[in-house]
């Protein structure tokens, strides 16, 4: 292959970013797939049996296809992460402000610290605004266009 018939995602190298967030983005998608038939903090509430199960599959599709966007550099993902991450967010703190303390003490069936439920809950949304930081600074090495993540145009 002749180097004027490369496409432009394999002529921009990979930055290192980049690797590791599709690497973390795999780790989610295999922790969410591992959380099948968990209770679920989901805006406050906590969701169990089915409806824990159906959220687990959304969710594991969604991660699913932020996952191979990543690996694709595919443009709609950067968007798609940027959205997932700031539900995250939403979700996170309307859980800690919300969520009886109770419900999850009942489910883990041990007493919760409500100072480390705080501390938790809010290095988790400063680890979800810092990756955020990242991928909207790795902007430019999203490079393709095409809004199918397996039929590039």
């Excluded at 599959?57 to 991450?85: D, E, K, P």
């Amino acid at each position: 292959m002749l180097a004027t018939d490369q496409s432009p995602e394999e002529e921009q190298p990979r930055s290192q970013t980049l690797i590791m967030l599709t690497g973390l983005y795999l780790f989610l998608l295999l922790i969410s797939i591992g959380s099948y038939g968990q209770p679920i903090a989901l805006f406050g509430q906590l969701l169990e049996g089915p409806p824990a199960r159906v959220y687990i599959v959304v969710n594991s599709l969604y991660g699913l296809h932020l996952f191979l966007g990543l690996w694709q550099r595919q443009r709609l993902t950067w968007y798609l992460l940027l959205t997932y991450n700031l539900f995250e967010t939403a979700n996170t703190l309307t859980n800690l402000i919300w969520l009886p303390r109770g419900e999850l003490e009942r489910v883990q069936g041990v007493p919760v610290d409500p100072i480390w439920l705080v501390i938790n809950n809010l290095a988790t949304v400063a680890a979800i605004a810092w990756v955020s930081h990242l991928i909207y600074r790795q902007r430019d090495l999203f490079t393709n266009r095409s809004p199918y993540l397996f039929f590039n145009s």
